[in-house]
């Protein structure tokens, strides 16, 4: 392994390590597990089609079982909702409350990362996408990305978007939101190749 790989891998690691303890003092203060907060984090960040209970286990890297008793603790304390899809009654929808959104907004008021202008936060946001779609690969997990950066996102106006996937309008607001079917497509035409 290269000089320059073992820095960069020190450096994530750090950057892990300071983020996972301003997260810890965050979530002692609402009583949450950590998992019980990434789920509330994914709500937050996710579209309305990558609200469900696979997504999140996809996502999380966890099982069906454990990301399913999580969901019920966040329910019981009024964190999370779930509602039948009115279009498929095999799947429920989940969202975060508004207290839940609450608590997800504090977090993200309170974050190490305010102050950024916005040259430096654009360049690093887009190395970093980089380097995740890389390790993506690499261990062959399912990317989950922004919309307005997928495969089957059509811009129709600066506020009008369409999903070829699944045939659908898409609001300025689900664009900037990561989705469950997020393809690149580099990932589209691999598939197709192969």
Same mark, same amino acid.
């Given at each position: 392994m290269s000089k320059n790989v073992l820095k960069l891998q020190h450096t994530l690691e750090r950057l892990s390590s300071l983020l996972r303890a301003e997260r810890r003092? #965050?979530?002692?203060?609402?009583? =949450? =597990?950590?998992?019980? #907060?990434?789920? =509330?984090?994914? =709500?937050?960040?996710?579209?309305?089609f990558s609200g469900t209970l696979m997504a999140i286990c996809d996502y999380l890297g966890q099982t069906k079982g454990s990301v399913s008793q999580t969901i019920k603790l966040l329910e019981k304390r009024g964190l999370v909702t779930k509602e039948v899809d009115p279009n498929d009654k095999r799947v429920s929808r989940l969202t975060l409350s508004e207290e839940g959104g609450h608590i997800v907004e504090e977090y993200n008021q309170s974050g190490m990362l305010l102050g950024l202008d916005e040259e430096t936060t654009s360049s690093t946001q887009a190395s970093i996408d980089s380097l995740l779609n890389h390790i993506e690969k690499n261990i062959r997990v399912k990317p989950f990305g922004f919309c307005e950066n997928c495969q089957y996102n059509c811009v129709i106006s600066d506020d009008e978007y369409y999903c070829k996937l699944v045939k659908t309008s898409l609001t300025p607001d689900d664009v900037v939101k990561i989705c469950v079917e997020y393809e690149t497509k580099t990932q589209t035409e691999n598939q197709q190749s192969g």
């Open positions: 003092a #965050f979530q002692t203060k609402w009583g =949450l =597990l950590p998992v019980q #907060f990434e789920v =509330l984090n994914y =709500l937050a960040s996710c579209n309305r």
